[in-house]
Structures are given as structure tokens and as C-alpha cells.
T-cell receptor
Framework: EPEVTQTPSHQVTQMGQEVILRCVPI?????FYWYRQILGQKVEFLVS????????KSEIFDDQFSVERPDGSNFTLKIRSTKLEDSAMYFC??????????FGPGTRLTVT | DQQVKQNSPSLSVQEGRISILNCDYT??????FLWYKKYPAEGPTFLIS?????DKNEDGRFTVFLNKSAKHLSLHIVPSQPGDSAVYFC??????????FGAGTILRVKS
């Protein structure tokens, strides 16, 4: 069964450093998303991506964040200068249409 | 942001019985509702969904009911199995865009 994959599973970085979280969506999907879940809080939307551009972004997704689909398979989230409050689980999701989204296993980002 | 609420933090059910998880929403623009199951250290796994034009959708042991006038949906699992023990998230979207999640309900199925 096709699935969304994410790497790395756990990333530890120092405050102020850049991180890139990687995702491989399900191959025939067209819509891509990033969500995050801070420990003890809800899963919250960051950004959606369709047709090689951002279709929607949340207030959280400020200038420190960027997304890219560098080739036909990968979808990346870059945080330019990490802050302590960026520590969270980051989930990538994809969907074939505007319906159910399928999530990856997540990357745990720890900022020290 | 309290657009999607799951007011029960946890639920404990005996194996074989029915589990009923509830979800309320406030945004009348939501037109698609989903339930996800999540184990620790894993991503949310899609379970079942329902469009706002329906009031019921069934898939095996899982049934979702939607009451639009009350802005309420519920997930029924019958019969409940120990492997169903997980966190269940209700989510909603408007026009097929971002998902708005509830806080989740921890389901424990006792054998």
C-alpha cells in the first residue's frame, strides 16, 4: 500500500540553525501539506502546496519557513533559523484530490 | 482556535462493546469531516470520512454519523477490539483545503 515517508525521524538542532525536513508523498498525489504538533497540543496546519506553489498558509508559517518540491518526488520544509518554540512533531501529508489526506510518520524536531 | 472540539479527553470501553467518540464544530463552512487514529510516535492514520451532503458513512466496524443542524459528528466502532486503543482525532475542512483538528480522544479498549 502506498504511503507517505519522512526523513529524518528525529532531528536535533541548535537554536538559530537551519533545518530541512523531507517528505516523499504518495506518488500520484497532487496536493501536499505540512502540519505540526507541539507536545500536548493539537495538530495544526502550516501550509498547503499545489501545482508548484503555496495554496494556503497559516499564521505560523512566517518568513522563517519555506517549502519546495525540488523534483518529482520530494517535498521539503525548511526552517531558516530555528527557535526553541519550533520544537514539535512535523507531519507531511498528501492527497489525490480535495479529500482525505494521508500522513507520514512525522519528524520529531528538537531545538536546543 | 476552537472550531473543532472533542470534549472527552478519554474513553474506556470493554472489548466487544461499542465505542462512541464525539466531535462538535462551530464553522458552518466545513463540508468534509474525517476521523484519524494515531498511535504514539506515528502519524495520524486515516479511518473514515463523510461529506456534508450525507448523514452516515460506514466502513466495516467504523461508522460516522453527521448531524449538520447540531454541528455534531460521531464515530462508532463496533465491536471494539484491544487494537483499537489509540488517540482518535476528528478533523474538518472547508472546500477541500487545510484540515482543522480536534484535540483528540484517547480510547482504551479493555480485554
Amino acid at each position: 500500500e502506498p504511503e507517505v515517508t519522512q526523513t529524518p525521524s528525529h532531528q536535533v538542532t541548535q537554536m538559530g540553525q537551519e533545518v530541512i525536513l523531507r517528505c516523499v508523498p504518495i506518488s500520484n498525489h497532487l496536493y501536499f501539506y505540512w502540519y505540526r504538533q507541539i507536545l500536548g497540543q493539537k495538530v495544526e496546519f502550516l501550509v498547503s502546496f499545489y501545482n508548484n506553489e503555496i495554496s494556503e498558509k497559516s499564521e505560523i508559517f512566517d518568513d522563517q519557513f519555506s517549502v519546495e518540491r525540488p523534483d518529482g518526488s520530494n517535498f521539503t520544509l525548511k526552517i531558516r533559523s530555528t527557535k526553541l518554540e519550533d520544537s514539535a512533531m512535523y507531519f507531511c501529508a498528501s492527497s489525490g484530490g480535495q479529500d482525505e489526506q494521508y500522513f507520514g510518520p512525522g519528524t520529531r524536531l528538537t531545538v536546543t | 482556535d476552537q472550531q473543532v472540539k472533542q470534549n472527552s479527553p478519554s474513553l474506556s470501553v470493554q472489548e466487544g462493546r461499542i465505542s462512541i467518540l464525539n466531535c462538535d464544530y462551530t464553522n458552518s463552512m466545513f463540508d468534509y469531516f474525517l476521523w484519524y487514529k494515531k498511535y504514539p510516535a506515528e502519524g495520524p492514520t486515516f479511518l473514515i470520512s463523510i461529506s456534508s451532503i450525507k448523514d452516515k458513512n460506514e466502513d466495516g466496524r467504523f461508522t460516522v454519523f453527521l448531524n449538520k443542524s447540531a454541528k455534531h459528528l460521531s464515530l462508532h466502532i463496533v465491536p471494539s477490539q484491544p487494537g483499537d486503543s489509540a488517540v482518535y482525532f476528528c478533523a474538518a475542512s472547508a472546500g477541500g483545503n487545510k484540515l482543522v483538528f480536534g484535540a483528540g480522544t484517547i480510547l482504551r479498549v479493555k480485554s
